[in-house]
């Protein structure tokens, strides 16, 4: 059975920096897309960012302030995060699909696994 759990959420300044983790287990998703979205209170699940082999997608809204990585040896998948903002605010959910990136990447239909989410609260 698939799990992803995430880690590393947690209350920080406006300003300051947040790693979140995603260990998935049961099987290995190495050559697999892997994406991080986000739900804010009121608001629709919204994407992050996404992570093929080589090639990474970003939101608009964090590109520059968002790294996404993977380390294949620990089937994990990580969210860097700086200059946080309290827009930044919300409930992050780690994905995984059973294929490659692609095109539909940047929607949260193009993911067959999900987390159950870490919460990320950006105090001003």
């Known amino acids: 059975q698939v799990q992803l759990v995430e880690s590393g959420g947690g209350l920080v300044q406006a300003g300051g920096s947040l790693r979140l983790s995603c260990a998935a287990s049961?099987?290995?998703?190495?050559?697999?897309?892997m994406g991080w979205f986000r739900q804010a209170p009121g608001k629709e699940r919204e994407f992050v960012a996404a992570?093929?082999?080589?090639?990474?997608y970003y939101a608009v809204a964090v590109k520059g302030r968002v790294t996404i990585s993977r380390d294949n040896a620990k089937n994990t998948v990580f969210l860097q995060m700086n200059s946080l903002k309290s827009e930044d605010t919300a409930v992050y959910y780690c994905?995984?699909?059973?294929?490659?990136?692609?095109?539909?990447?940047?929607?949260?239909?193009?993911?067959?696994?999900w987390g159950q989410g870490t919460q990320v609260t950006v105090s001003s």
């Open positions: 994905a995984a699909d059973a294929g490659p990136l692609r095109t539909g990447s940047v929607y949260s239909s193009g993911y067959e696994y």
């Open positions: 049961g099987r290995t998703f190495s050559s697999n897309a």
């Open positions: 992570i093929g082999s080589s090639i990474t």
